[in-house]
Each structure stands twice: as structure tokens, then as C-alpha cells.
Nanobody
Framework: QVQLVESGGGSVQAGGSLRLSCAASGYTNNGYCEAWFRQAPGKERERVATINSDGRTWYSDSVQGRFTILKDNTKTTLYLQMNSLKPDDTALYYC??????????????????WGQGTQVTVSS
């Protein structure tokens, strides 16, 4: 059973940085796509960044150039380095994963495993 546990959220002023972590357990030897999503109050959950088992990454236009998704060498912890934060980045951030070594899914429905979420609040 795959389990994902996020940490690292908090409150920061605009222009600041935060690093989110997602500790994963239960992965098999098969490849996985891993992702960060976020959901602001009253809005749908949106995909922020993905990384596949080959290390190929994707970013939404809203975070491109400011956020970096990366994994540690053991491939059991996923990170989201967030720089130049804006108030619009305020949301509950989730890590997610699905099996498969190739192309990452693009919708919430494609991801089987989810963490509990960690809050990020950016003040102006």
C-alpha cells in the first residue's frame, strides 16, 4: 500500500521561499509518476508540477521558473522548492502518485495515491 505524507508548509511573505516534502512508502520496483497539486478555497484542485520515473518534469505556467520539483537519490522523498512566492500561491498542497514509468497523468483522476495536504499561506 502506497502512503504519502507531506510536510513543510507554513506562512511566508510574498517573495519568500518554502520547501515542501513528501515522504513515500510502499512503492514497488515499477516506475511511478509523482506530482504536486494545490487547491485554493473555492477553486478546483490544479496540477502544479510532475516528475516521471526518468526524471522528466512538467510545470504549470503559473509556477514555471519559480518552483522546482525534485526527488532525492533514494527516490523515496519528493520535494517542491517554491521561490518568489506570491499571494496567489496560497493553497493546500498535495503530493500524488500513480504507477507507470512513462507519461504522467494530467488530471486528478489519473492519480491513485494522495497525501493529506499541507497548507501554504503567502501574505502580501
Amino acid at each position: 500500500q502506497v502512503q504519502l505524507v507531506e510536510s513543510g508548509g507554513g506562512s511566508v511573505q510574498a517573495g519568500g521561499s518554502l520547501r515542501l516534502s513528501c515522504a513515500a512508502s510502499g512503492y514497488t520496483n515499477n516506475g511511478y509518476c509523482e506530482a504536486w497539486f494545490r487547491q485554493a478555497p473555492g477553486k478546483e484542485r490544479e496540477r502544479v508540477a510532475t516528475i516521471n520515473s526518468d526524471g522528466r518534469t512538467w510545470y504549470s505556467d503559473s509556477v514555471q521558473g519559480r518552483f522546482t520539483i525534485l526527488k532525492d537519490n533514494t527516490k523515496t522523498t519528493l520535494y517542491l522548492q517554491m521561490n518568489s512566492l506570491k499571494p496567489d500561491d496560497t493553497a493546500l498542497y498535495y503530493c500524488a502518485a500513480h504507477p507507470g514509468a512513462g507519461i504522467c497523468g494530467i488530471n486528478v483522476q489519473h492519480f491513485f495515491y494522495w497525501g493529506q495536504g499541507t497548507q501554504v499561506t503567502v501574505s502580501s
